[in-house]
């Protein structure tokens, strides 16, 4: 009877009292966010993405690249072994691409997943910071600068991640997901930053490693379905802090028909349930 009653009580109450939580977080995270940190100079970024056709969205995706304003940058795109024109395409961008972004491609011999090809560009990367991007996804102009700010800031963060906005919202479930992105993940990142200086996980759409950190964890973990999950608690367990920035935004494309999204929110609980098992004894002892 207890347990029934305990049950009743979690399931109604759960949902309200996080929902007070991450309102009343949210809502003083906005100290953090009154003074923006501007950069005194401009560290390299090296800006990857890992592309497996992408055909429809390369091109806009590149486009966006093309007018970022931030002064020193290179930008290495990972053919994962498309089945479709994405190559091709990305080629003939190179082709008339401004010279001082330093585009490079990188065809990958084989399909070997986004965490492989992470890891081929790490490996090659010149850049002080790494900003990780989806291939779709679209860069607002100031995201590079505020992210390598709060990176400047400080010399124990190892990671920053900015705010997904949803772009597509012409069906039901884009609407749906568009209130998910910036009610509820949203507003977990802000509570985390305002209670815990951290957050628990990275929006691996858009975030910005330090490469030295980055480098010290031994990369992207080819092994799980989540690699930005991965690889934020690696850099925890490193000693390094990992920040968000709500003020650096990424226009992304969210699963419009319902068998899309089921199949991606399993591939997340997949892959949060392997990093959890991964990790269990570290969890247990914090």
Not at 52 to 62: G, S
Not at 243 to 256: D, G, H, K, Q
Not at 265 to 279: A, P
Request: a neutral charge; one cysteine or more.
């Amino acid at each position: 009877m207890f347990l029934l009653k305990f049950i009743d009580y979690y399931t109604i109450g759960y949902p309200i009292l996080m929902s007070i939580l991450w309102s009343v977080g949210a809502y003083f995270s906005r100290i953090k966010y009154t003074k923006q940190e501007s950069l005194k100079s401009y560290p390299k970024v090296s800006i990857v993405l890992s592309a497996y056709n992408e055909e429809e969205t390369i091109q806009e995706a590149m486009s966006a690249l093309e007018q970022l304003a931030y002064p020193n940058l290179e930008i290495i795109v990972v053919d994962d072994k498309s089945t479709d024109n994405t190559l091709m395409l990305l080629e003939q961008i190179k082709q008339g691409f401004s010279k001082e972004k330093e585009l490079r491609i990188l065809a990958q011999q084989k399909n070997g997943g986004k965490a492989t090809a992470l890891n081929t560009a790490l490996e090659m990367v010149s850049g002080k910071y790494l900003l990780v991007l989806d291939a779709d996804a679209l860069l607002a102009p100031n995201s590079v600068e505020i992210l390598a700010a709060e990176l400047e800031s400080s010399s124990i963060i190892g990671a920053v991640t900015g705010k997904p906005v949803v772009r597509n919202r012409s069906t039901l479930l884009g609407k749906l997901q568009t209130l998910e992105y910036v009610g509820i993940i949203d507003g977990i990142k802000r509570t985390q930053t305002f209670m815990l200086g951290a957050i628990m996980t990275v929006s691996g759409v858009i975030v910005m490693y330090r490469v030295s950190s980055l480098k010290e964890v031994g990369g992207f973990n080819p092994e799980v379905m989540t690699e930005d999950i991965d690889v934020t608690w690696k850099l925890h367990r490193a000693g390094w802090r990992v920040t968000y920035n709500c003020r650096a935004l990424s226009y992304i494309l969210v699963p419009e028909r319902y068998f899309s999204l089921l199949k991606q929110r399993k591939r997340w609980s997949i892959g949060g349930l392997e990093v959890l098992l991964g990790n269990f004894s570290w969890v247990m002892a914090i």
